[in-house]
């Protein structure tokens, strides 16, 4: 059973720094993409970016482009999203998701994780 957890999140101040991880476990291919999103209240589901397995490309959106980075620990099987700069609109539940044997760019994924809130305030 495919397994995401994610951790790191917390209350910071506007202009600080979170670095989220999000542990993979239960799937031994070696070709996925591991995606984190957001949604914050009363807002949709935002695609924050995407790290694909075998091209090692990312993706980011443009609303944390500059801000945010997306990087991966293979020895660990964990995906991090650094998050610099961060500001009030940052401010949601950040969720991290897996789609076996695909890349990027997919509209449904096979699991997710149970989230972690962000909280940018001063």
């Known amino acids: 059973q495919v397994q995401l957890v994610e951790s790191g999140g917390g209350l910071v101040q506007p202009g600080g720094s979170l670095r989220l991880s999000c542990a993979a476990s239960g799937f031994t291919l070696d070709y996925y993409s591991i995606a984190w999103f957001r949604q914050a209240p009363g807002k949709e589901r935002e695609g924050v970016g995407c790290?694909?397995?075998?091209?090692?490309?990312?993706y980011t959106a443009d609303s944390v482009k500059g801000r945010f980075t997306i990087s991966e620990d293979n020895a660990k099987n964990t995906v991090y999203l650094q998050m610099n700069s961060l500001k009030a609109e940052d401010t949601a539940v950040y969720y991290c998701?897996?789609?076996?044997?695909?890349?990027?760019?997919?509209?449904?994924?096979?699991?997710w994780g149970q989230g972690t809130q962000v909280t940018v305030s001063s």
């Open positions: 998701a897996i789609v076996v044997g695909k890349n990027c760019h997919q509209r449904t994924w096979d699991y």
């Open positions: 790290i694909n397995s075998s091209e090692r490309s990312t």
